[in-house]
T-cell receptor
Framework: RKEVEQDPGPFNVPEGATVAFNCTYSNSASQSFFWYRQDCRKEPKLLMSVYSSGNEDGRFTAQLNRASQYISLLIRDSKLSDSATYLCVGANAGNNRKLIWGLGTSLAVNP | DGGITQSPKYLFRKEGQNVTLSCEQNLNHDAMYWYRQDPGQGLRLIYYSQIVNDFQKGDIAEGYSVSREKKESFPLTVTSAQKNPTAFYLC???????????FGDGTRLSIL
């Protein structure tokens, strides 16, 4: 089992829709998580950090469920510009300061 | 502005040639990372460094080498031993504590 797993999608949704991605992790000792977005042929950019139960920033909400070991990302009122790949990342619980990257979920928002 | 600078943006390698990708950061971050990304694939860790003059192999270190002589700089050399170097190379840095990684805008390497 991969340490961080995501549904690869693609998710195709109309503009204005609400879409949710789930990400599961296997290391129960992981302390912090991040969501990044990556546009085609670009570098990943930080969308949100999740250190406790969740975080909200405008149309984006992340929730962390430690009991079930998953993190979700909810996008409300989807825009065309939200089309991208969304990467779920967990901080390794050890001292080596590595991040464990999911393979990403592809989102296409259609007009 | 603080950030991470990778150069060049595009690089072409001939058979049997070593090439070096530059990564410089002015964020005063201790940790730096090199990733490789193939089309449609996820990020794979090549090497990382937690402190000056120290670095560790990641998951796919074969055919690559790094140095960390200065805090700001973490160059990656793709050696001739790396038989399939064509990929998108991303450099990242990270501050102390449970901080996220910040990325440069990448170098695309191709074989001539």
């Amino acid at each position: 089992r991969k340490e961080v797993e995501q549904d690869p999608g693609p998710f195709n949704v109309p503009e204005g829709a609400t879409v949710a991605f789930n990400c599961t992790y296997s290391n129960s000792a992981s302390q912090s998580f991040f969501w990044y977005r990556q546009d085609c042929r670009k570098e990943p950019k930080l969308l949100m950090s999740v250190y406790s139960s969740g975080n909200e920033d405008g149309r984006f909400t992340a929730q962390l469920n430690r009991a079930s070991q998953y993190i979700s990302l909810l996008i409300r009122d989807s825009k065309l510009s939200d089309s991208a790949t969304y990467l779920c990342v967990g901080a390794n619980a050890g001292n080596n300061r590595k991040l464990i990257w999911g393979l990403g979920t592809s989102l296409a928002v259609n007009p | 502005d603080g950030g991470i600078t990778q150069s060049p943006k595009y690089l072409f390698r001939k058979e049997g040639q070593n090439v070096t990708l530059s990564c410089e950061q002015n964020l005063n971050h201790d940790a730096m990372y090199w990733y490789r990304q193939d089309p449609g694939q996820g990020l794979r860790l090549i090497y990382y460094s937690q402190i000056v003059n120290d670095f560790q192999k990641g998951d796919i270190a074969e055919g690559y080498s790094v140095s960390r002589e200065k805090k700001e700089s973490f160059p990656l050399t793709v050696t001739s031993a790396q038989k399939n170097p064509t990929a998108f190379y991303l450099c990242a840095s990270m501050g102390t504590g449970n901080q996220p990684q910040h990325f440069g805008d990448g170098t695309r390497l191709s074989i001539l």
